[in-house]
């Protein structure tokens, strides 16, 4: 690259030197040569008078100071730098841009003939100059003009003020958002839209309207997003005591989005994939993705939008604390256990993989080179665990104290992950000094627990090791504050009450230091010990358990998600042995208590279905890639192939009686009958393998009346490679071709075949109707499941997979930067593969990393993958 990007640090951070107080915005909206004129309010904050504001591909007009020309000013690279300027003046800029070829899907854009706007992190400087900052705070007034026939709906952030029409055809409408916001949090959307409206009655008695936005013929889908929308509303005001601001809140759903949504202040923009749903064209995780997102959007607009982050390395601050509370949202309204089991997945899966690779960073990262590249899972799940360890060591009460006191102290301000932890500290009274680490420091801690009974004494020994492995941002590493949640079982299967020196003490213990001894008294007979319960602290841990050990946990722990996690820990004792054997040319051999285990949990009827289907769910392949420093991907497909098909075969009549009881004849969304139908289809996954597999997918898919059964049984036929899975596809793309939204299902189990012409499928169906590289979506949906989720064909010896990539990223480095630096991932670890396969690798993050115009997020990743 001739102009190599520089890396920005936190510690670098200085106020700016001016502040903007109000801005009013003036859009004449048209695709190609949309202009803005930008009137700003501007102080200078210190002794330094050169103001540097930030521009991307913008055409500049004019610049005037004060209703004077300025001429004291030049464009370079990226800024527009004024200088000679009064302390405080009225700056009036005006720039054109064009939307209609802003593919990066930054700033002003094009979507299905709709404008529409994504600002965060550093998209406004693609509408106007302006100092694209999340510590600078003005009051916006919005006003947008533009043909009334072709765009009805002229939309922005806050309460509508005026409306009217021009003389030539067109029409104007102003927004007034009162709350000081960055101009990240801007939005702006005009089109033709079918609006589903309804309204929300504040606890203190406020009347605000609620409007959906959607493509037209798409109203019937909606009403989930704004039942979700109410319900989240409501919850906020019980458990956080939050209410909304505003008159009005909108949400409009898009098709081309780089991400899921944006909870831009009063008008959230959104991925359709989290608005549109209903039977025929959602599944059952759907509804409960829509339920959460809307859920995660919403809650933003306190912990967010009213306290922002300082600067974007505070990320964590704002989305961190809102995942926290969007999964505690999703877990008072359905399954808890689920919804932790689903959770804690994500982290040991792909989250550990993250900390594992060369983009390692804290959940509060030293520094970047392009900022988009942060939205990470360890800033957003990762730091919403952080959040969860505060929560634990704090309790409720003290938590929601924590919060009162944060929001007294930062509401209208741009905050920092430090003045967070400092509310939570001063309203508890708890020191979290040595907690604050977490956000620092990288990579996953380890705990090696070791528990000894004394028979003479009645005693029982922990003795607790962490440490967390170098990597490659931070050699050195401190020990952490974990809170280790532990419970100990009696062989009758009651709990022995924790007490150390005859007192009582609570089941969470604080582990601070590197190596900690608790011994627990009055231990009348050697216990199990159930450790890290609810996944107390986002670490691994190593403990010696016996398989009848985690049976017994399985059958006794009185902690549901214990229960699963035994379960979990003897599935991975005995694929890490197979894995082993394999290695050394062995057959596989599955051991007679997992087989007990699973029919155990299976025929159990005191348990709920959705739970079941958790238990029966085998880890997934980025956990288990994890858990070696060498992967052979080879040996771990075999392995896991194997267990699925020895389970089918050794429960196949329990399985089967299980999928006959629970069919449903109607569809709901509720929360029971999810679960039913989640068991459901994963028995149906297992009898695939089966003789009758082929008949009993065949079956489901034309007797299916809801998409949740649909896709269950093209996953099926598509993992077990049924006879029947390429009519079953070629039915749902006659069917569905004309929605690509409904599509991604399909492009999905296509690039995710285990079947050897994986890679000709996926070149083919980019030659579907359907199908766009215009498109996040689609491109997610076919190209990023064959990278990440069918590893076995994406990472073939031949390095097929990796030239087809290297193609891929070459054409979304010109179009969509944003959306190429997350396809990437998969080829960023390649120092884990064997010899063959990392020097295949290398060779293409080498060819990119010479390319003339690499974009900056590709060359942050690629860079640090080759210095790795």
């Known amino acids: 690259m001739a102009n190599v990007p520089q890396a920005k640090y936190r510690k670098d951070y200085q106020r700016p030197t001016h502040t903007i107080t109000d801005i009013n915005l003036t859009f004449h909206l048209d695709a190609s040569v949309t202009q803005v004129t930008a009137v700003s309010s501007v102080k200078q904050q210190g002794d330094d008078n050169t103001l540097v504001l930030d521009g991307d591909n913008l055409v500049l007009k004019s ?22 300027l009064p302390d405080v003046f009225e700056l009036s800029i005006v720039t054109t841009i064009d ?17 529409c706007t994504q600002c965060e992190a550093e998209g406004f400087r693609r509408i106007t100059y302006y100092l694209d900052r999340p510590d600078v705070l003005a009051r916006f007034i919005t006003t947008i003009i533009a043909d009334k026939t072709r765009y009805p709906y002229l939309l922005s952030n806050g309460n509508m003020v005026e409306k009217g029409q021009t003389d030539d055809g067109k029409h104007w409408v102003t927004w007034k958002d009162p709350h000081p916001k960055p101009a990240y949090l801007f939005a702006l959307v005009a089109g033709d839209f079918d609006v589903l409206r309804d309204q929300f009655t504040t606890r203190s008695g406020r009347d605000v309207a609620l409007e959906i936005f959607v493509d037209k013929g798409n109203l019937e889908r909606s009403h989930h997003a704004m039942v979700s929308l109410k319900n989240a509303m409501k919850w906020d005001e019980e458990r956080f005591g939050l209410e909304y601001d505003l008159d009005i809140y909108m949400i409009v759903a898009v098709d081309f989005f780089n991400m899921g949504a944006m909870e831009n202040k009063g008008l959230n923009v959104f991925n359709s994939k989290y608005v549109l749903a209903n039977d025929q064209t959602a ?53 808890r256990v689920v919804n932790r089991i689903h959770n804690v997945r994500i982290i040991r899966g792909p989250q550990f993989a993250e900390d594992a690779s060369p983009m390692s960073h804290p959940i509060r990262p030293e520094k970047v080179i392009e900022m988009n590249n942060f939205y990470t899972l360890t800033v957003y799940e990762k730091g919403s665990e952080v959040i969860r360890m505060i929560h634990t060591l704090l309790g409720e009460e003290n938590f929601q104290k924590g919060m009162r006191l944060y929001f007294e102290r930062h509401d209208g301000t741009a905050a920092t992950c430090e003045d967070f932890v400092s509310a939570m500290e ?69 709990i022995i009450p924790l007490q150390c020196n005859g007192k009582k003490i609570a089941n969470v213990l604080n582990i601070k230091e590197s190596e900690q001894v608790f011994v627990f008294d009055n231990v009348e007979s050697k216990p199990v010990p159930s450790l890290l319960r609810e996944f107390s602290a986002p670490v691994r841990l190593n403990f010696s358990y016996t398989d009848d050990e985690l049976s017994f946990l399985i059958v006794n722990a009185t902690n549901d998600f214990a229960r699963w996690d035994a379960g979990q820990m ?53 956990e288990v890639f994890g858990w070696y420093e060498q992967i052979d ?56 393998y089966t003789e009758d597999g082929d008949a009993l997918v065949n079956e489901q898919y034309r007797t299916s009346n809801n998409m949740t059964d649909t896709i269950a049984a093209m996953t099926a036929a598509n993992h077990a490679e049924l006879p029947c899975r390429e009519p079953l596809m070629e039915s749902y793309s006659e069917h569905w071709k004309h929605d690509g ?22 070149k083919q169906c980019m030659n579907h109707d359907a199908f766009s590289m215009k498109n996040p979506n689609r491109i997610r949906s076919l190209i990023g499941s064959f990278m990440n989720q069918n590893p076995s064909q994406f990472h073939k010896k031949d390095g097929s997979g990796y030239r087809f990539a290297l193609d891929i990223l070459k054409q979304l480095n010109v179009s969509n930067p944003q959306v190429a630096a997350r396809l990437i991932d998969p080829l960023l670890k390649f120092k884990h593969y064997d010899v063959a396969r990392q020097e295949l690798i290398r060779s293409v993050l080498e060819e990119l990393h010479t390319m003339q115009g690499l974009a900056k997020d590709l060359y942050e990743k690629v860079s640090k993958a080759l210095e790795s």
């Open 63 to 84: 610049v005037t100071v004060n209703g004077a020309e300025w001429e004291h000013y030049q464009e370079s690279e990226g800024h527009l730098i004024l200088t000679k």
């Open 99 to 115: 939307p209609l070829n802003n593919t990066a899907l930054e700033g002003l854009y094009i979507s299905d003939g709709a404008f």
């Open 283 to 335: 599944t059952d995780s759907d509804y409960l993705g829509i339920e959460s997102v809307i859920g995660h959007e919403y809650f933003h607009n306190w912990t967010g939008n009213r306290v922002t982050c300082r600067d974007w390395f505070q990320l964590s601050l704002k989305e961190g604390l809102t995942v926290f509370r969007d999964q505690e949202f999703s877990s008072d309204l359905g399954s």
């Open 426 to 494: 001063d309203a508890s009274g708890v020191d979290l000094a040595h907690f604050r680490h977490w956000y620092s420091q990288s990579g996953t801690p380890v705990l090696d627990v070791e528990g000894t009974y004394n028979d003479v004494e009645k005693t029982y020994t922990l003795k607790v090791k962490q440490q967390t492995n170098p990597t490659v941002d931070q050699p050195e590493k401190c020990a952490l504050h974990i809170p280790l949640d532990v419970e100990l079982y009696a062989p009758d299967g009651t």
């Open 570 to 622: 003897l599935l991975a004792k005995h694929i890490r042995s197979n894995i082993s054997r394999v290695e050394k040319g062995q057959d596989v051999i599955w051991p007679e208590s997992i087989i007990t285990a699973f029919k155990g949990v299976l025929t159990n009827d005191s348990l709920e279905a959705a739970f079941i289907a958790e238990m029966l769910t085998l880890p997934g392949l980025s």
């Open 633 to 688: 991907i080879d040996y771990i497909d075999t392995v896991l192939t194997s267990l699925k098909k020895t389970l089918a075969s050794e429960l196949k009549e329990a399985f089967a009686q299980c999928y006959q009881a629970l069919f449903l004849p109607e569809y709901t969304t509720d929360h029971g009958s999810i679960g039913k139908r989640a068991l459901k289809n994963v028995c149906l996954l297992y009898l695939a």
């Open 741 to 762: 939204l409904v599509m991604d299902k399909w492009f999905i189990l296509q690039g995710s075949s285990p079947s050897e012409s994986a890679l000709s499928v996926v």
